[in-house]
């Protein structure tokens, strides 16, 4: 990781911003009967479909994205040893929020 990327610190409403742009651009040719956009309030299977498969992609891009490698994304995914069944944006944008400002 550059020393600018680790210097770098975003702020809650930024984070939000760039994840909601991350997860439109990745569904954005995605064949969906959801609309009105991708929101904070957003459900990743329930709404945009995701598998398993697309939530490892969006790890690898908010890691790309924010510069920061192995963020401890096993907190967010798993809760008392079994992964859960449904994320929110707000979810991710919490999480994320708690990692970049460590």
């Known amino acids: 990781m550059s020393n600018e990327a ?3 610190k975003f702020t809650h409403d930024q984070i939000e911003k760039d994840l909601v742009a991350l997860v439109a651009d990745m569904t954005a040719d995605w064949d969906l009967s959801f ?3 991708v929101t904070p309030e957003t459900r990743l299977m329930a709404d945009l479909a995701f598998e398993s498969i697309d939530v ?18 096993e907190q967010l995914m798993m809760v008392d040893g079994r992964y859960v069944q449904e994320l929110q944006i707000k ?8 990692q970049l400002d460590a």
């Open 35 to 37: 609309t009105g956009g």
């Open 6 to 8: 680790a210097a770098t």
């Open 91 to 98: 979810q991710i944008v919490d999480f994320l929020a708690r």
């Open 56 to 73: 490892v992609q969006l790890v690898v891009a908010i890691e790309g994205h924010f510069g920061r490698r192995k963020m401890p994304f």
